[in-house]
């Protein structure tokens, strides 16, 4: 059976999906195929290289450079969160560890073809996430492979359905406290909280009057339109009390966690008017052509889902106390990640 790995990159973006590949930093440290011995020949490149490091360090340095050189095995699947938008990226190692002098960053790598990307993060249970949330930056995936192997599998684009599919095989919830809740697996818990408790917890009307009053906070006014007639704008927006100054905001707003394509994103541009701008507002993420779009069309802002849970989390003693009680968030001091 294929393993199954989990990677963070918090450097790279568009460049893993589309030019196909994971990696990993150390840009000081040379081509990996030059290094003999296994863990004790990286160990000691690091002990030369960092004199000062403590030996429990450098094995920690060692044991993920040899498990991305050597352990990685073609066909392996690979776990990967995506920063930017905070989906998920599932593929599989296409090929033998590499090494890239002529990048800047991120020199050591290994081809994959993603086969899904942009999954919802509310697709998986709380404990899956917890697994890929490891301070780590390449682990196995051991506890809940179920669930990511039925997302890797679903013949389905819709992510309601994904979802149902990997319930069906998720494990019951553990709390064995296997990681410390330091700041950031805290920061992360509360983001996908806010995240599910907007899909899950409210309906598609009920999520154009929260756009509303999330612009409302920061400073806009805002009124919803009519449901049924509204022509794919949801709501309009402006600065002045009356709504008669220019510029008007044309904003649109997807109740859904899956990938918001080109068309639906034209949709809406298609109705923006000479000195009108608009606004996109999903849960889920952007196709590449949407993006696309966007870096095209001025006035055009497309939000995503981890967009509108940070305008959430910094704007919230501003928001109605209607979605205050559906998102109860209170202010606490954590134990940083970088604390002995």
Known sequence: MAAMWGIHNDTLTSEL????????????????????????????MFGDLMPDAKPRA???????LIKFRDEMQVGDIVVAPYKPDSTINIGRIAGPY???????????RRRVVWEKVGLSRTIFTQAALYEIGSAITLFHVTKHQAEFLAALQSTSDDAEEVTREVDAV???????????????????????FVLETLHKGIGHRDFEEFCADLLRAIGYQARVTQY???????VIAHRDALGLEPPQIKVQCKHKTSTVGAPEVQQLVGTQGTGEFSLFMTLGAYSRDALSIERQRPGLRLLNGEDIVAMVLENYDRLPNRWRVLIPLTPVLVVADLAT
């Open 17 to 44: 999906v589309e030019q196909g590949f994971v990696s990993l930093g150390w840009e000081s440290v040379g081509d990996l195929r030059l290094i003999r011995g296994g863990r004790d020949g990286l160990k000691r």
């Open 58 to 64: 450098i094995a920690g340095w060692a044991g993920i």
């Open 98 to 108: 590499e090494f890239h002098e002529e990048v800047r960053a991120h020199p050591h």
């Open 170 to 192: 998720a494990a019951p919830r553990d709390d064995d406290g296997a990681d410390e809740p330091r700041a950031s697996r805290i920061d992360r818990h509360t983001r996908d």
């Open 228 to 234: 049924s007639t509204d022509g794919g704008v949801d």
